[in-house]
């Protein structure tokens, strides 16, 4: 297994980062490396050009509602100031080694996995490429052919989920200024494009609402083993009490759909009429309606909605007896 | 001759003893345990000559040892880290990819992205002119067969004229850098005609336009069978009348190894003209005759060096291509070749465990015995043979013990598919149907109203007797085994008394411990096993022997076999155990036959270097050897330990006119076994038991099993090193698990094999990892070396039907589909609370236990059975016993002579086959072509 080889850049600061990203014509961000250096490995369209974020500092903020993008989630998950949903969240990622390297930018910004792309370079030679990488071949999906053009790879990654649970902002900075938006508006159905970044944009931090230490929450998470397996089907779920009564119910899913899956809608029309255990099980219907998997992770799809159900349960289950 | 021993019922005796010599199974009685092979050494102990230091007083539960009087109370029994253990742990372990020769090339290897095409052409011109590509080879360098089994070779070093399955090797080329062959390696053009492939075994048995091999007149039929096996033996009548019956049909996954280490080899044509190759191989005699068949050149001009080996567990016991392909290009390029596998090409090599579709049949009769066991399997080879010739046996054969049965009925096959090859795995094909056959005695107990481990107490095969189809059985701690589980677990308290989603399961296991007829061997003309010493002036001992360590120990428990019979402390014990240069021939390490083999002609040289230290110490000392002890680097006078001479004085007195003393060891089986086709499968000079309880928790809302608590009773015999054979049973249980409960390889709608690597070929982590309370078991084997038998694959056999065995108790499913991944149990779920007419799966009925009158019977049989055991064990009692005996008949007359409806029958007739649920039995519709007439 080789590496193809590439150019690093290690820009000191965020201006310069920026900078240089605007001068290349094809390159990708490297933080942890976690995700990105396997697929370069497995030749999954690696870039000549790689600009590591590793010393610039900007992106190392980290406090109750602050989270920089280049936060080690090993450090999400020591660092008692960060929410409680978050840590919990980060404690399910992968494994301590990997949680060691890997970053919240990195996570957030994970490409999207499926069985016919995460495979090395001989093995898609042999089912003649996929669309996701192609080779210049005009290839078609492996996962469901003739259908269109976009990409059905899974978005894996967990703290999405938490993020778009405690209604989290996202932050972005490119050569063209700064922007932000509501976290599930980051994400783009299609698993090629996956995102609103530009080319040389990239995730500075993500903030939480300045209340989120009065929202509580859990997260359930599915996978064969309790270690470096990705989430087959992810529920993150956060709520406020006041007075003893339900104020708020927020409720995300990750590793089902090409993109997280912001179900606070859903969830918030519940609050109105709690009836405990029932709505939670209504609930937990409607997350296992809005969501359709495809087959291209370990679990197959049918099984991991019908663990939707199950894991929203369990998300909920302390709103039980309310 | 004792009396213990049947070849046959009603056959053998001394009458018919040879005298000329030669060795013949099936016609002498077996030989005694402890004979070794030709060379009896061993008296029986007179236990004055142990020191009472070491226990010579204590009279041993299981009656004496041959070896008794060669304990020295050094070092076996007690827990010792592995002598090379410094070595891996300070990383100066070299392994495959550690080596380095000076002037390297790298090998890369093109591989067919193909399932199944035929090669028009290839085209390697562009290669060949790459800057830094120094040798490219194809199909044709090298056009001569191989494969493990000499009766099955049908590998090449590169595909000759197609390609079997996506991954198989096309060409390679060396280069002076990874990249450039790389590059070089992807300008080679193939031109394929695609033909249609096979990827479902029952594909398998039909006749084929293109076969995946051509075995000339041995083909059978056109179709792609590569091996069917028929055995039926006993009273099959009152099987198909037995009134506790469990059928079922299983689905197994097929299974690689997960070593950690891919395969790595280097290659070199030194300037005598003489080739090394450094493998990290199980089994380096046989890669030694294999380069020589395929390059054309005589074995003493190759030297084959095992490297430390990073896992093996089966998966690094055939020769491989690749090892051809690097001596190909090392001998067209004059420089050393390198190749290292990529994970994934680790996957297509494979030879991991077979695919398999097993109908398991269990009957018992009206007083708890069980009347028979009733097989059909069919296993998915991929393409290529292997070892699938001795693995279509296994599946069937495997389960004539540990208990007494009333018949056996077995079909199987093996067939060709469009997949990397299926081979030999830790607990080689006995693992699938073991599963299949423990997970039918629990129904039959369900069925029965008795317990299951009463069941299986009251059914076993005493210690010294003879299995349905002719293995010979010495000792056996089965019984020991259950009892200590069942205690330890408070089995009692929890079977079928637990809360919804939580079980508990018992699951026996029973392997060979050692092949009794090995693959490379001529029975008149070599040991299994040799060991040389040598003790220079510095008073160490070295080793030389050809056994495999790759990981289990066998360096380390050779050294102990030396150390022990010389009372020297392990670190004047030096090994050398790497090249066939200067190492005895050994047969490699598989079929858990080295340590039982390789000590036991340890032993023997260790004992012929012992007595010739011991005449020096006569010499010196003037007491005969048979009053002198040799204890710590000492040897001195038994009634008065003053008076005595070291180790180091001996040896120089010993040496005075030989110079550096040197002897030799060497070990075979007795002659064992039937007449029958295929009666050396399965044969072995002894056969571990073990019995495990596995606690389980299952999550019925998700199908999560999580193992809880394991308690692992394995019968090793003896334990050489108990930390060792504690380290087995642990990492059995973790890979049997592994089997049970989440790996697999899984291919796709395409026939793509979807998860070659280690993210999702889903082996267990620590985390899923239950607390294993390993528990040795040690009968005192009368053949092995210091009582020992195997512990590195039979451990693994129990852990499968435990779980599911367990399942059955936390939810009411029964298992028949592995592995039980939280998808495939919670469908199961959802169908059983469809069928119980529950919503929530919360609200499921669990079996309940209510004993029946049986079971007061089977427990008094089974108290009566461990009394007669008992005295079996300690020689009171060694009539003859052969399985049967339990059904009333004589073991000095032959069965057929005492019913009429007992059947021994190893080719078919068109009424056996005639069901047709039977899979394998399908393969018997061909003919072989050379059976076929002149058309």
């Known amino acids: ?322 | 001759m004792g009396k213990g021993y049947r070849q046959a019922p009603g056959k053998g005796g001394s009458s018919k003893k040879r005298t000329d010599g030669k060795r013949q199974a099936g016609q002498q009685d077996f030989g005694v345990p402890g004979s070794g092979g030709s060379d009896p050494h061993s008296k029986l102990q007179d236990l004055d000559y142990v020191p009472e230091s070491v226990g010579g007083w204590k009279k041993q539960p299981r009656g004496p040892h041959v070896h008794d009087r060669h304990v020295t109370g050094t070092t076996i029994g007690k827990s010792v880290p592995l002598v090379d253990a410094n070595w891996k742990m300070t990383g100066q372990a070299q392994y495959g990819d550690d080596i380095r020769l000076p002037g390297e090339l790298i090998g890369k290897i093109l591989r067919s992205p193909h399932h199944y095409a035929k090669i028009k052409s290839i085209d390697t011109a562009a290669a060949e002119a790459m800057d830094g590509v120094v040798a490219v080879a194809t199909g044709q360098d090298s056009v001569n067969k191989f494969g493990v089994l000499p009766v099955t070779k049908d590998e090449h070093a590169m595909a000759q004229d197609k390609v079997r399955h996506v991954g198989d090797l096309v060409a390679c080329v060396c280069a002076v850098d990874e990249a450039t062959a790389i590059d070089a390696m992807n300008s080679i053009s193939v031109d394929y005609e695609i033909l249609p492939s096979i990827h479902d075994m029952e594909d398998g048995l039909l006749d084929s336009e293109n076969p995946i091999h051509d075995r000339g007149k041995y083909h059978i039929g056109e179709s792609n069978v590569q091996k069917r096996v028929f055995q039926q033996f006993g009273d099959l009548d009152s099987m198909s009348t037995a009134p506790f019956r469990h059928e079922a049909d299983w689905e197994v996954a097929g299974l690689h190894h997960g070593f950690t280490e891919p395969h790595a080899v280097v290659a070199h044509w030194d300037p005598s003209g003489r080739l090394t190759v450094w493998s990290p191989q199980q089994v380096p005699h046989y890669l030694h005759r294999a380069l020589s068949a395929v390059l054309d050149i005589p074995m003493h001009q190759i030297n084959v060096h095992r490297t430390f080996v990073g896992g093996g567990f089966g998966g690094k016991s055939d020769p491989f291509p690749h090892e051809m392909c690097a001596a190909i290009l090392a001998r067209k390029s004059g420089r050393p070749v390198r190749i290292n596998f990529d994970r994934e090409e680790v996957y297509w090599i494979n030879r991991g465990r077979h695919p398999s579709r097993i109908q398991m049949g269990v009957f018992a009769d009206d007083d708890g015995r069980i009347a028979g066991i009733e097989t059909d399997a069919l296993i998915d080879g991929g393409a290529f043979a292997s070892f699938g010739h001795v693995t279509t046996y296994y599946n069937g054969v495997l389960h004539t013990a540990p208990y007494e049965i009333g018949g056996f009925n077995y079909t199987g096959a093996r067939v060709w598919t469009n997949k990397p090859a299926s081979g030999a795995m830790r607990g080689h094909g006995a693992v699938n149907s073991r599963c299949a056959v423990e997970v039918g005695l629990d129904a039959v107990a369900e069925q029965m109203g008795v317990d299951p481990m009463t069941l299986r107490l009251a059914n076993l095969l005493p210690p010294h007797s003879r299995t349905i189809t002719g293995f010979r059985i010495t000792s056996t701690g089965m019984r020991e085994c259950l009892a200590k589980v069942r205690e330890l677990s408070g089995w009692d308290e929890k079977f079928r008394n637990m809360p919804l989603g939580k079980g508990i399961g018992v699951g026996c296991g029973f392997f060979i411990s050692g092949s009794g007829l090995p693959i490379h061997w001529d029975p008149e003309n070599f040991p299994h096993a040799t060991v040389h010493l040598q003790c220079d002036m510095d008073g160490g001992v070295t080793v030389h022997t050809g056994a495999a360590e790759i990981g289990q120990g066998s360096d380390t428990a050779v050294a102990q076999a030396v150390a022990e019979v010389l009372a020297l402390p392990l670190d004047m014990i030096r090994i050398r155990s790497k090249e066939s240069d200067t190492a005895p021939v050994d047969l490699g390490s598989y079929s858990s036959r080295v340590t039982f083999m390789n000590c036991n002609a340890a032993i023997r040289a260790a004992i012929e270097l012992r007595d010739k230290v011991m005449k020096a110490a006569h010499e010196i000392l003037g007491h005969h050897p048979d009053v002198l002890v040799i204890g710590d680097r000492r040897i001195y006078y038994k009634h008065d330990p003053a008076v005595g001479v070291s180790w180091l004085e001996a040896v120089h007195k010993a040496q005075a006119d030989v110079g550096s003393l040197i002897s030799s060891g060497a070990y075979r089986t007795a002659p064992m076994g039937g007449v029958h086709k295929g009666a050396a499968a399965g044969l072995a000079p002894a056969y571990s038991f073990s019995a495990y309880v596995a606690e389980v928790d299952v999550d019925v809302e998700t199908g999560f099993v999580k193992v809880a608590k394991a308690w692992a009773a394995h019968d090793c015999g003896k334990a050489l090193n108990p930390l060792a054979v504690k380290g087995q049973i642990i990492g059995s249980c973790h890979m049997g698990m592994g089997q049970v409960l989440s790996e697999e390889m899984k291919y796709g709608r395409d026939g793509h094999l979807m998860n070659p690597d280690l993210l999702d070929y889903k082996i267990m982590s620590v985390h899923e990892m239950p607390d294993v309370v390993p528990i040795i078991v040690e009968s005192n084997d009368p053949e092995g070396p210091f009582g020992a038998k195997e512990a590195g694959e039979g451990p693994l056999l129990p852990i499968l039907p435990a779980v599911c065995n367990a399942i059955y108790d936390a939810i009411g499913i029964r298992i028949d589909e592995l592995p039980v991944t939280p998808d495939r149990l919670h469908k199961r779920i959802e169908k059983h609370c469809k069928k119980m007419g529950v919503d929530d799966p919360l609200d499921l009925p669990i079996p309940r236990y209510e004993p029946s009158p049986l079971q007061q019977r089977l427990m008094e049989r089974a108290e009566a059975h461990a009394a007669r055991d008992h005295l079996r064990d300690i020689q009171e009692d060694r009539s003859s016993y052969v399985n049967g005996v339990l059904f009333g008949f004589d073991p000095d007359k032959p069965m057929s002579e005492q019913s009429d409806g007992w059947r021994e029958s190893v080719t078919p007739t068109a009424e056996d086959l005639a069901d047709p649920k039977k899979r394998a039995a399908r393969a018997w519709s061909h003919v072989e072509r050379r059976y076929q007439g002149d058309a």
């Not at chain 1, 509602?65 to 008692?80: F, K, P, Q, S």
């Not at chain 1, 932050?171 to 995102?195: I, K, Q, V, W």
């Not at chain 1, 944009?201 to 996978?223: C, F, I, M, S």
Request: some cysteine; proline content about 5%.
């Open chain 1, 1 to 322: 297994m080789r590496m193809p080889p590439f150019t690093l850049h290690t820009p000191d600061n965020l201006a310069k980062a920026i900078a240089l990203a605007a001068e290349l014509d094809s390159f990708d961000w490297i933080s942890g490396g976690t995700d990105l250096l396997p697929n370069y490995k497995w030749k999954l369209n690696p870039k000549p050009d790689v600009i590591s974020l590793s010393k610039v500092q900007e992106l190392t903020a980290l406090s109750g509602t602050v989270i920089g993008a280049m936060v080690r989630i090993h450090d999400l998950v020591e660092n008692e100031s960060v929410h409680p949903l978050i840590r919990e969240t980060a404690g399910t990622i992968a494994s301590v080694m990997i949680r060691r390297s890997a970053t919240v930018g990195g996570n957030i910004c994970l490409d999207t996995r499926c069985y016919w792309f995460n495979q090395t370079e001989e093995w898609r030679r042999s089912i003649d490429w996929c669309h996701k990488c192609d080779c210049d071949t005009g290839a078609d999906c492996r996962v469901i052919p003739n259908q269109n053009t976009l990409c059905v790879a899974t978005y894996q990654a967990d703290l999405a989920a938490a993020f778009i649970a405690l209604d989290a902002t996202i932050h972005l900075a490119s050569a063209s200024g700064a922007r932000s938006m509501p976290f599930a508006d980051f994400f783009e159905l299609d698993g090629m494009t996956r995102n609103v970044l530009k080319t040389g944009e990239l995730v500075t931090h993500v903030t939480l609402p300045d209340d989120a230490k009065n929202w509580q929450g859990a997260y359930q998470k599915l996978r064969l083993r309790e270690t470096w397996d990705f989430p087959e089907a992810g529920v993150a779920a956060a709520w406020k009490i006041e007075g003893g009564k339900i104020a708020g119910l927020r409720l995300a899913t990750t590793g089902c759909e090409s993109i997280p899956g912001d179900h606070s809608e859903l969830a918030d029309g519940a609050i109105g009429e709690w009836a405990g255990k029932d709505s939670i099980r209504e609930l937990a219907e409607g997350v296992r309606k809005a969501v359709k998997p495809v087959s291209n992770t370990y679990f197959p799809p049918a099984y991991r909605r019908k663990m939707l159900r199950v894991l929203t349960r369990r998300a909920l289950s302390p709103l039980e007896h309310l």
